[in-house]
């Protein structure tokens, strides 16, 4: 089985919120015309949406839906 580690999954999950972040702090600074709250909205959103889409990840993690073994680990029979 193809196993990815959770420091895996934390990675990618931080990777993914600093881009999300980002543009989550230019439009709510766009909305507010205020960096402070523009910046403390893209701090919640940040931790908020790492600790959802860990989650997300690990759920996925062990549905075998789309998984397919490399050839020397598959089962016989």
């Given at each position: 089985m193809v196993l990815e580690s959770h420091l895996?999954?934390?990675i990618k999950a931080v990777s993914w919120?600093?881009?999300g972040t980002l543009a989550?702090?230019?439009i709510s600074y766009?909305?507010?015309?205020?960096w402070s709250t523009a910046l403390y909205?893209?701090?919640?959103?940040?931790?908020?949406?790492i600790a959802i889409f860990y989650?997300?990840?690990r759920v996925w993690h062990v549905?075998?839906?789309g998984?397919?073994?490399?050839?020397?680990?598959?089962e016989e029979g």
């Open positions: 895996r999954s934390l919120r600093i881009f989550t702090v230019i766009i909305f507010t015309g205020q909205i893209g701090a919640f959103e940040f931790i908020t949406k989650v997300h990840e549905i075998p839906m998984i397919k073994k490399p050839i020397g680990l598959q």
